[in-house]
């Protein structure tokens, strides 16, 4: 009757309260002065400072999908993959560059703009 009945009623919950997590925090506003708070006058950054060593990447590299060795629900996760998508992806490995899903007509030209952010094809060492 229904196409949900086969989902996982543990998904359920998680698809509810997705759109809720990915919003940004956001931080009451304060009718009283800064100064009325804090004795300097002074408030502390909204967000905290990490110390970063010198010539390190701006953009972190922990959130990347390597697509010669992620798995179907890695792949599932990224923006704008299906199921099929993620099937195709790991069909055509390996991959010398993330281009080549595009160039291999693995994935639409859409879709790899929404993950081309989010993967990288890395090389085994040999």
Do not use: C, W
């Not at 970063?52 to 990224?78: C, H, I, Y």
């Not at 199921?83 to 595009?102: F, H």
């Amino acid at each position: 009757m229904f196409k949900f009945s086969r989902l996982p009623l543990g998904l359920l919950p998680l698809t509810v309260a997705a759109p809720v997590f990915a919003q940004p925090a956001t931080t009451p506003t304060n009718p009283t002065s800064p100064s009325a708070t804090s004795p300097s006058g002074t408030m502390a950054p909204a967000t905290p400072t990490t110390p970063r060593a010198p010539g390190a990447a701006v953009a972190p590299q922990a959130g990347m999908v390597d697509l010669n060795s992620a798995t179907a629900e890695q792949l599932k996760a990224l923006p704008g993959v299906s199921e099929a998508d993620s099937t195709k992806i790991i069909r055509g490995r390996p991959y010398a560059d993330k281009g080549q899903l595009v160039s291999r007509h693995v994935v639409s030209e859409a879709t790899y703009d929404k993950i081309k952010d989010h993967v990288v094809a890395k090389q085994p060492k040999s």
